[in-house]
């Protein structure tokens, strides 16, 4: 095995790994540490300064094993490839009955062809001694990695992350595998983090510099997806276990599992009994029954939580065999969203609150869009229905009455440029792909307490982009008189959380669908148009003579008066036109007869402060030297 | 405790909203049975489709399967009787102490039985209806008593002895649509109680176009036109008939064309119906509408 003899430094792995095991091992002062597959050993002044334990190196490099004897350091020849038992027979004959508080692999196994044998014995001595076990390995999942490599680049060196005597790579998960699989269990970590890995090459690669829109889209989804992307070494500290199923098995097995296409989450607070059984119902009578739904109770006491129960109970078999109940005691309302899209086994997960309603081929649509388009965000159209709630003498409790026909003020097709304005899909109408919120990590932000469908919605559409439907699936109910997101919410609060999600919309970098060039092309030639209308207008109002004072008028709405029909001021009346347009601010109305005085004494100071009247003063001084 | 029968008129329906319907009927018939409302439940299907919708291997396996819920049984008339004949045959054959008439495709909720049962409490209650998703009717009801002008047999419970005092539907005179706002009126002026159950809710698959409007289909169209001129004449109300006629003649919309033939037809062959309510106490004519209705779809 190629030997690498890199310095010590407390921010490097080897600092690393002692930093954990003074973690574990502070309180064994005196036993042993064993460094498997040492090399130069450049953790062995450490372990017996700082760290108060007997180093004990092995290697299959006899040089290197004599080395370490000539630094004072116990070390043995071992070859990690032999089996187990002559692993630990070699381990056991050095140690001579001494316990053992740690044992480091530092970046070893992503050199060696057979982990089992050594695994095997690692484990046992860690298990007779409740030793620790410090593994660091190299992480090819760092984000310097794969951004090449999605554009067909893997650069293999002479060292680093893409060693090219590297027989093995791992990721966090594929770590966490293998380790369980050999009966260790991650307690502890202390990753060595590089923002610029030995794999920032070539620094003006697009997919790698922060500076260009690809470098910055990309490093904005993979920060979000784990924790792992700029991690340079995976550095663990584990203790023994119970050994798992190998990972690939699992991975298998997750490929080949039959999930349902859809995942249908329905909040519910238990409060509206009639609301939720429509829900049930609506579902029951669904086209399609290949989904399963998630109940999520939010803040359910005792009696609430019998009511659902005792509803989902009622439900025909075909449907309560699908459904489940999870409740949800943290958060606001953001956060069931968050607990049931976890839940969630479907390829898709739906929204359906439980006060709106799906048509009978809710289902449906979205099935046949994702057969279309896989992966993207599934919309089809929802129509409003304003509703109250009656309670006649017949009925135990209330009931939904409806009070309005259908207001069809949703459109029929996504919009990515509208929806950055206002929000123009009830979620009840959306579908997500679980990849988005499983793999890329996206989340509904919690910290919102409405519209957080919206801002989930936009993160999503960004990187899956939207598949329309025009068909009306749903009704999204608009309730009067009764309770609701909107009633419970004030209007501040609404605003304050729409400027929130503007406000992260403005820091993301993102990718616009196919066809928003020809949409923002056409927005500018609008807008440029609307502008120079504006100021021929303004510059035609600014023509006209204002109405005449009364004599005895107070000074201050003369001078008014005359700035407002000064040449400066008309003549600068289209760049202030076009000032307006761009903040969106109307007109205001300067009327120096009607205005009260303190607000004609006001224009005039902002007259005389405005940029249109600086940038006029040359003519001021010409006219004044013509006149003069 | 009551007996029940379910009946529907099947006209080419999906086999597959037909078993839907009667997973749900099985589900409402162990509630309200194990609840006390009723005490046996049967459901009558009577076929005027050009062939069989459901075959008679599919007919016994159905039997089969809700055995112990409901006994089940279909009758393949061999020719389209029409909505309101179609029940008046079943309803032949039917001893239970309710029936309840809805559409073949109606999904109950698991207490829509229950829920509909409540109002017959009340002696004077003579037909109930329940509340459909997800287009509820629009039709108005008194948000505290529930009644309600007419009830839809898109699903009504009956029971037996207002049909005993009332009749059947008035099948000569209405084929499809109106049969139910006939019978309701007759009900009423019988001096039963029409009520609107909120809370007994039923899913009948209606859909919007794709700018959220109604979509009626070719037959209702016609059969609609059709009754409306029956419905205002049998009612009194020949007035609306004949402003309804002189509006649609001059349309040269096919169907309402087709509508006035055969009410001209009729009259001339003096086969129109008896005239009933000629004091106008019960029967209501709104805009188009047999009720006040909430909102227009």
């Given at each position: 095995?190629?030997?690498?003899?890199?310095?010590f430094?407390?921010?490097?792995?080897?600092?690393?790994?002692?930093?954990?095991?003074?973690?574990?091992?502070?309180?064994?002062?005196?036993?042993?540490?064993?460094?498997?597959?040492?090399?130069?050993?450049?953790?062995?002044?450490?372990?017996?300064?700082?760290?108060?334990?007997?180093?004990?190196?092995?290697?299959?490099?006899?040089?290197?094993?004599?080395?370490?004897?000539?630094?004072?350091?116990?070390?043995?020849?071992?070859?990690?490839?032999?089996?187990?038992?002559?692993?630990?027979?070699?381990?056991n004959?050095?140690?001579?009955?001494?316990?053992?508080?740690?044992?480091?692999?530092v970046?070893?196994?992503?050199?060696?062809?057979?982990?089992?044998?050594?695994?095997?014995?690692?484990?046992?001595?860690?298990?007779?001694?409740?030793?620790?076990?410090?593994?660091?390995?190299?992480?090819?999942?760092?984000?310097?990695?794969?951004?090449?490599?999605?554009?067909?680049?893997?650069?293999?060196?002479?060292?680093?992350?893409l060693?090219?005597?590297?027989?093995?790579?791992?990721?966090?998960?594929?770590?966490?595998?293998?380790l369980s699989?050999?009966?260790?269990?991650?307690?502890?970590?202390?990753?060595?983090?590089?923002?610029?890995?030995?794999?920032?090459?070539?620094?003006?690669?697009?997919a790698?510099?922060?500076?260009?829109?690809?470098?910055?889209?990309?490093?904005?989804?993979?920060?979000?997806?784990?924790?792992?992307?700029?991690?340079?070494?995976?550095?663990?500290a584990?203790?023994?276990?119970?050994?798992?199923?190998?990972?690939?098995?699992?991975t298998?097995?997750?490929?080949?599992?039959?999930?349902?296409?859809?995942?249908?989450?329905?909040?519910?607070?238990?409060?509206?009994?009639?609301?939720?059984?429509d829900?049930?119902?609506?579902?029951?009578?669904q086209?399609?029954?290949?989904?399963?739904?998630?109940v999520?109770?939010h803040?359910?006491?005792?009696?609430?939580?019998?009511?659902?129960?005792?509803?989902?109970?009622?439900?025909?078999?075909?449907l309560?065999?699908?459904?489940?109940?999870?409740?949800?005691?943290?958060?606001?309302?953001?956060?069931?969203?968050?607990?049931?899209?976890?839940?969630?086994?479907?390829?898709?997960?739906?929204?359906?609150?439980?006060?709106?309603?799906?048509?009978?081929?809710?289902?449906?649509?979205?099935?046949?869009?994702?057969?279309?388009?896989?992966?993207?965000?599934l919309?089809?159209?929802?129509?409003?229905?304003?509703?109250?709630?009656?309670?006649?003498?017949?009925?135990?409790?209330?009931?939904?009455?409806?009070?309005?026909?259908?207001?069809?003020?949703?459109?029929?097709?996504?919009?990515?440029?509208?929806?950055?304005?206002?929000?123009?899909?009830?979620?009840?109408?959306?579908?997500?792909?679980?990849?988005?919120?499983?793999?890329?990590?996206?989340?509904?932000?919690?910290?919102?307490?409405?519209?957080?469908?919206?801002?989930?919605?936009?993160?999503?559409?960004?990187?899956?982009?939207?598949?329309?439907?025009?068909?009306?699936?749903?009704?999204?109910?608009?309730?009067?008189?009764?309770?609701?997101?909107?009633?419970?919410?004030?209007?501040?609060?609404?605003?304050?959380?729409?400027?929130?999600?503007?406000?992260?919309?403005?820091?993301?970098?993102?990718?616009l669908?196919?066809?928003?060039?020809?949409?923002?092309?056409?927005?500018?030639?609008?807008?440029?148009?609307?502008?120079?209308?504006?100021?021929?207008?303004?510059?035609?109002?600014?023509?006209?003579?204002?109405?005449p004072?009364?004599?005895?008028a107070?000074?201050?709405?003369?001078?008014?008066?005359?700035?407002?029909?000064?040449?400066?001021?008309?003549?600068?009346?289209?760049?202030?036109?076009?000032?307006?347009?761009?903040?969106?601010?109307?007109?205001?109305?300067?009327?120096?007869?009607?205005?009260?005085?303190?607000?004609?004494?006001?224009?005039?100071?902002?007259?005389?402060?405005?940029?249109?009247?600086?940038?006029?003063?040359p003519?001021?001084?010409?006219?004044?030297?013509?006149?003069? | 405790?009551?007996?029940?029968?379910?009946?529907?008129?099947?006209?080419?329906?999906?086999?597959?909203?037909?078993?839907?319907?009667?997973?749900?009927?099985?589900r409402?018939?162990?509630?309200?049975?194990?609840?006390?409302?009723?005490?046996?439940?049967?459901?009558?299907?009577?076929?005027?489709?050009?062939?069989?919708?459901?075959?008679?291997?599919?007919?016994?396996?159905?039997?089969?399967?809700?055995?112990?819920?409901?006994?089940?049984?279909?009758?393949?008339?061999?020719?389209?009787?029409?909505?309101?004949?179609?029940?008046?045959t079943?309803?032949?054959?039917?001893?239970?102490?309710?029936?309840?008439?809805?559409?073949?495709?109606?999904?109950?909720?698991?207490d829509?039985?229950?829920?509909?049962?409540?109002?017959?409490?009340?002696?004077?209650?003579?037909?109930?209806?329940?509340?459909?998703?997800?287009?509820?009717?629009?039709?108005?009801?008194?948000?505290?008593?529930?009644?309600?002008?007419?009830?839809?047999?898109?699903?009504?419970?009956?029971?037996?002895?207002?049909?005993?005092?009332?009749?059947?539907?008035?099948?000569e005179?209405?084929?499809?649509?109106?049969?139910?706002?006939?019978?309701?009126?007759?009900?009423?002026?019988?001096?039963?109680?029409?009520i609107?159950?909120?809370?007994?809710?039923?899913?009948?698959?209606?859909?919007?176009?794709?700018?959220?409007?109604?979509?009626?289909?070719?037959?209702?169209?016609?059969?609609?036109?059709?009754?409306?001129?029956?419905?205002?004449?049998?009612?009194?109300?020949?007035?609306?008939?004949?402003?309804?006629?002189?509006?649609?003649?001059?349309?040269?919309?096919?169907?309402?064309?087709?509508?006035?033939?055969?009410?001209?037809?009729r009259?001339?062959?003096?086969?129109?119906?008896?005239?009933?309510?000629?004091?106008?106490?019960?029967?209501?004519?709104?805009?188009?509408?047999?009720?006040?209705?909430?909102?227009?779809?």
């Amino acid at each position: 095995m190629k030997h690498y003899d890199n310095p010590f430094y407390a921010d490097n792995v080897y600092g690393h790994v002692i930093e954990l095991i003074q973690r574990f091992a502070s309180e064994r002062a005196g036993e042993v540490h064993l460094d498997i597959g040492c090399g130069f050993a450049r953790i062995a002044e450490p372990v017996r300064d700082i760290a108060n334990l007997s180093y004990i190196g092995f290697d299959l490099d006899a040089q290197a094993v004599a080395s370490l004897n000539e630094r004072g350091f116990e070390a043995a020849v071992l070859d990690l490839q032999e089996q187990a038992e002559v692993i630990l027979e070699k381990i056991n004959a050095a140690v001579g009955g001494r316990r053992v508080a740690s044992i480091s692999l530092v970046d070893v196994l992503e050199h060696l062809a057979n982990h089992a044998p050594l695994m095997s014995a690692v484990r046992e001595m860690a298990r007779k001694s409740d030793a620790v076990v410090i593994v660091s390995v190299p992480n090819f999942a760092h984000r310097d990695v794969g951004f090449k490599l999605a554009f067909g680049r893997l650069d293999i060196r002479s060292e680093g992350l893409l060693d090219h005597t590297h027989l093995h790579t791992f990721t966090d998960e594929i770590l966490k595998g293998f380790l369980s699989e050999h009966g260790l269990y991650i307690v502890d970590r202390h990753d060595v983090v590089l923002e610029r890995s030995d794999q920032f090459f070539p620094a003006t690669h697009p997919a790698l510099s922060p500076a260009t829109p690809l470098g910055a889209v990309l490093r904005s989804l993979r920060s979000g997806a784990d924790d792992t992307s700029t991690v340079n070494q995976l550095v663990v500290a584990c203790l023994p276990g119970p050994r798992s199923a190998p990972r690939y098995l699992a991975t298998e097995a997750a490929v080949a599992e039959k999930r349902p296409f859809l995942s249908v989450v329905t909040r519910t607070q238990g409060r509206r009994h009639t609301c939720l059984r429509d829900v049930l119902l609506s579902l029951t009578a669904q086209t399609c029954d290949d989904f399963e739904l998630i109940v999520v109770g939010h803040r359910l006491n005792r009696d609430e939580q019998l009511l659902v129960e005792r509803l989902i109970e009622d439900t025909p078999e075909h449907l309560r065999s699908r459904v489940r109940l999870i409740r949800v005691e943290r958060g606001n309302r953001t956060a069931p969203l968050n607990e049931g899209f976890s839940a969630a086994r479907g390829r898709y997960v739906a929204i359906l609150d439980d006060d709106d309603i799906p048509m009978a081929h809710w289902v449906e649509t979205f099935k046949d869009l994702e057969e279309k388009s896989p992966g993207c965000v599934l919309r089809a159209v929802a129509v409003k229905q304003v509703c109250a709630e009656a309670q006649t003498a017949f009925g135990l409790v209330s009931a939904p009455l409806t009070v309005s026909g259908f207001i069809n003020e949703f459109p029929g097709k996504f919009d990515w440029l509208q929806n950055l304005r206002v929000n123009q899909t009830p979620p009840i109408a959306l579908a997500f792909p679980r990849s988005a919120f499983e793999d890329l990590k996206i989340r509904f932000d919690e910290s919102l307490t409405t519209t957080e469908d919206w801002d989930f919605l936009m993160r999503t559409a960004s990187v899956c982009g939207v598949a329309s439907s025009p068909a009306v699936t749903c009704i999204y109910r608009w309730w009067k008189g009764a309770e609701s997101s909107r009633s419970v919410h004030p209007q501040d609060e609404w605003r304050a959380n729409h400027q929130k999600i503007w406000d992260k919309l403005d820091e993301l970098p993102v990718v616009l669908p196919a066809g928003t060039s020809r949409q923002l092309r056409a927005l500018m030639d609008h807008h440029d148009h609307l502008a120079r209308a504006l100021a021929e207008a303004e510059s035609a109002l600014g023509r006209k003579r204002s109405i005449p004072l009364p004599p005895d008028a107070e000074p201050a709405r003369f001078e008014l008066q005359q700035l407002l029909d000064s040449t400066s001021w008309r003549i600068s009346a289209p760049l202030r036109a076009c000032s307006r347009a761009l903040r969106r601010t109307p007109r205001p109305i300067l009327d120096p007869s009607t205005m009260p005085l303190d607000a004609v004494e006001q224009a005039v100071r902002e007259i005389r402060a405005s940029t249109s009247w600086r940038i006029t003063a040359p003519l001021r001084k010409v006219r004044d030297l013509v006149a003069h | 405790m009551t007996t029940l029968r379910i009946q529907s008129i099947l006209f080419h329906n999906e086999l597959e909203s037909i078993k839907r319907a009667l997973s749900s009927i099985r589900r409402a018939a162990d509630l309200a049975i194990a609840g006390g409302a009723l005490s046996r439940v049967e459901v009558a299907y009577g076929d005027c489709s050009a062939f069989p919708v459901i075959g008679e291997a599919e007919v016994t396996r159905l039997r089969q399967e809700h055995a112990g819920y409901f006994d089940f049984d279909v009758t393949f008339f061999g020719g389209n009787l029409g909505s309101a004949k179609g029940h008046n045959t079943l309803l032949q054959h039917a001893g239970t102490d309710s029936v309840l008439i809805m559409n073949p495709d109606v999904v109950l909720a698991p207490d829509a039985l229950i829920e509909m049962s409540r109002p017959f409490s009340q002696a004077d209650v003579g037909m109930v209806e329940a509340r459909q998703l997800p287009i509820e009717h629009p039709k108005a009801y008194d948000p505290l008593t529930g009644e309600t002008p007419w009830a839809t047999t898109a699903c009504a419970l009956i029971p037996r002895r207002v049909f005993d005092q009332v009749g059947h539907f008035d099948n000569e005179t209405f084929f499809l649509y109106c049969d139910d706002v006939d019978f309701s009126w007759r009900v009423r002026a019988a001096g039963f109680r029409v009520i609107y159950q909120p809370t007994a809710a039923v899913f009948h698959d209606k859909r919007l176009s794709e700018s959220g409007g109604w979509l009626p289909g070719g037959a209702e169209k016609y059969y609609s036109a059709e009754a409306a001129l029956l419905l205002s004449y049998k009612w009194s109300r020949e007035d609306i008939t004949r402003q309804l006629i002189r509006q649609w003649q001059d349309l040269g919309i096919d169907y309402l064309n087709k509508a006035i033939a055969e009410f001209k037809r009729r009259e001339a062959a003096n086969s129109l119906p008896q005239r009933l309510d000629p004091e106008h106490k019960v029967a209501q004519f709104i805009d188009g509408f047999y009720a006040h209705h909430r909102f227009v779809i």
